[in-house]
């Protein structure tokens, strides 16, 4: 029972997080991400995918910090960038199964880099890398919604730096 609803409510944290790559607006990037997180934890934790889940949780946490940078002055520290990266190495050593708890370790890594930029652009190419990771644990996990989430994130993202990052890139150059 708990893995059918997990599978549900990985459907739905698939929508939010999709929907976060085609915002124009960092803001609205980290809100999506944030709800979706959200349900993507859940997810997790109903499959037993420990390492992930509960790196998923904190991530919910440094989406929440990141999205009020520049509106909070507690929210502008480089520090809190040094925080989530010792956050989720600690949550990798003490959730380690095996080789395979790396990768949502290196996934939350690399996004907390990624979500810390201030650019949507710069943004959306970091976490380019991170699918990687996430498809691969999640299939290994047996998270089905999961493996559709990280592949509908990679078209996504793909799909939000050709239309925002590349093709306004190019409209910029043809307009002089």
Same mark, same amino acid.
């Given at each position: 029972?708990?893995? =059918? =609803?997990?599978?549900?409510?990985?459907?739905?944290?698939?929508?939010?997080?999709?929907?976060?790559?085609?915002?124009?607006?960092?803001?609205?990037?980290?809100? +999506?991400?944030?709800?979706?997180?959200?349900? +993507?934890? @859940?997810?997790?934790?109903?499959?037993?995918?420990?390492?992930?889940?509960?790196?998923? &949780?904190?991530?919910?946490?440094?989406?929440?910090?990141?999205?009020?940078?520049?509106?909070?002055?507690?929210?502008?520290? /480089?520090?809190?960038?040094?925080?989530? @990266?010792?956050?989720?190495? $600690? $949550?990798?050593?003490?959730?380690?199964?095996?080789?395979?708890?790396?990768?949502?370790?290196?996934? &939350?890594? @690399?996004?907390? $880099?990624?979500?810390?930029?201030?650019?949507?652009?710069?943004?959306?190419?970091?976490?380019?890398?991170?699918?990687?990771?996430?498809?691969?644990?999640? +299939?290994?996990?047996?998270?089905?919604?999961?493996?559709?989430?990280? /592949?509908?994130?990679? /078209?996504?993202? @793909?799909?939000?730096?050709?239309?925002?990052?590349?093709?306004?890139?190019?409209?910029?150059?043809?307009?002089?």
């Amino acid at each position: 029972m708990f893995e =059918i =609803i997990g599978q549900i409510i990985g459907f739905v944290a698939l929508f939010f997080i999709v929907r976060s790559f085609q915002s124009r607006h960092r803001e609205k990037i980290l809100s +999506y991400q944030f709800t979706g997180s959200i349900f +993507y934890f @859940l997810n997790l934790i109903l499959l037993g995918a420990l390492t992930g889940g509960i790196s998923m &949780m904190f991530g919910v946490i440094r989406n929440y910090i990141f999205s009020r940078k520049g509106k909070k002055a507690w929210a502008n520290s /480089v520090k809190w960038v040094y925080l989530f @990266l010792v956050i989720f190495i $600690i $949550i990798g050593i003490f959730t380690y199964k095996n080789i395979f708890s790396i990768l949502p370790t290196a996934g &939350m890594c @690399l996004g907390t $880099i990624g979500f810390w930029m201030t650019k949507p652009s710069h943004i959306r190419w970091i976490m380019l890398s991170t699918s990687p990771f996430w498809i691969s644990y999640n +299939y290994i996990s047996g998270s089905i919604a999961g493996v559709i989430l990280e /592949v509908f994130i990679l /078209v996504s993202l @793909l799909v939000g730096i050709i239309r925002f990052d590349i093709l306004k890139h190019q409209e910029k150059q043809n307009s002089f």
